[in-house]
């Protein structure tokens, strides 16, 4: 079996380029391969992906499972559990860390609620 090269006939359009064009035009179609991915990362979030930058916040496991936990049910797990937090601290004047351990301790969710639901903040 041997193979139709047809190298030559598809690097036509790309053949004139210099070493700067094409450069560029290789960012400008990885650009184009990632936004999808990018754009989904903006909008989808997982349960273990709120775990996982809860954790990086600082909290422990069984605090973010917790607030994870608190999030779905009270139905703010879109917003991230992160900012929810956030939210809520900037809200109260409690320090992050505060407003998370309330949370993670079944506080403060009506108030979480009101602020994305209700148009505050």
Not at 36 to 59: A, D, H, I, N
């Amino acid at each position: 079996m041997k193979r139709n090269d047809d190298f030559e006939a598809r690097r036509e359009h790309l053949a004139n380029l210099t070493d700067e064009q094409l450069e560029e035009r290789f960012w400008e179609l990885a650009n184009k391969l990632v936004d999808p991915l990018l754009q989904m990362g903006y909008e989808y979030t997982s349960p273990s992906v709120e775990r996982s930058v809860l954790l990086r916040m600082g909290f422990s496991s069984l605090e973010a499972k917790a607030i994870v936990q608190g999030a779905i049910e009270h139905e703010l797990i879109a917003h991230g559990a992160g900012n929810v937090i956030y939210r809520l601290a900037k809200h109260t004047g409690m320090d992050i860390r505060k407003a998370g351990l309330e949370l993670a301790e079944g506080n403060r969710w009506d108030e979480a609620e009101q602020l994305f639901n209700g148009g505050k903040a």
